[in-house]
């Protein structure tokens, strides 16, 4: 039995298998890292993403934003690890999605259950009233956008630096870690906090812990119980071909 045989086994056998998302699985979507050699914290400064900041200089910070996020990440499309993590829910292998990303890719792939812990990119909020709003309403020319509601400043409806991360996410995210037997950790440092507590508090309810990424993570040697050393796509592929194969 290979790895990716053995790995397919625990999914099919678990009862309640999550998967576990950075970074590394929408790179091949064309989406950079915030972090590393081709990092956007290398072109641009993370205060710039800093509530604070946001607050005192919004029409300079969405500029940012719109350039980074809205010119960029409209143009990408999920690639084959999203939509082989759509299958294996359409198929009840996978319970849920727990995202530290915020390109909705996964649920433009087909998931359902997709616990967006740093938020989306698909929505701005209304920092007065909370209403939320599509970002396809916003006119990224007439920067900052304000509530059609009550006038307020709005902002993407995702977690800046200073912020806290949503309950609702927060609480989903720590529920289906509790309940799981198999989590399926993909394209994740596990180096962002608090976030990179959830894979550690899986495991230690004694869930088993299968591990894709092209190199090894703050996971790999404490945590990890499998782990395929390979990017996100050919990974996927391989691991669906052996779920197909035993199922």
């Not at 970074?23 to 993403?49: C, H, M, Q, T």
């Not at 400043?153 to 989903?172: N, Q, T, W, Y």
């Amino acid at each position: 039995m290979n790895i990716y045989q053995e790995a397919a086994k625990h999914i099919i056998d678990s009862r309640y298998c999550v998967a576990f998302t950075g970074a590394g699985i929408s790179v091949e979507s064309g989406i950079p890292p915030f972090r590393g050699r081709n990092g956007l914290w290398n072109k641009y400064d993370p205060r710039s993403f800093e509530i604070d900041y946001f607050l005192q200089n919004s029409a300079r910070s969405w500029e940012i934003i719109r350039d980074i996020f809205y010119d960029l990440f409209g143009q990408v499309h999920p690639n084959t690890a999203h939509y082989a993590l759509a299958e294996m829910e359409k198929r009840g292998l996978l319970k849920s999605v727990i995202t530290q990303n915020i390109d909705n890719l996964h649920k433009d792939a087909g998931n359902k259950e997709v616990y967006e812990f740093h938020g989306s990119l698909k929505e701005i909020i209304c920092l007065g009233c909370e209403q939320k709003v599509n970002v396809a309403q916003v006119d990224m020319n007439r920067l900052p956008p304000t509530c059609l509601m009550c006038g307020g400043l709005m902002k993407p409806d995702v977690v800046f630096f200073g912020e806290a991360i949503p309950k609702h996410a927060a609480s989903r995210s720590i529920d289906a870690a509790q309940k799981a037997d198999c989590m399926i950790l993909i394209g994740t440092t596990g180096t962002v906090a608090p976030a990179n507590m959830i894979p550690s508090r899986a495991k230690a309810g004694g869930t088993t812990i299968i591990e894709i990424n092209p190199d090894p993570s703050e996971y790999t040697n404490r945590i990890t119980d499998i782990f395929i050393r390979d990017n996100a796509t050919k990974a996927m592929e391989h691991l669906m071909d052996a779920i197909n194969e035993l199922n």
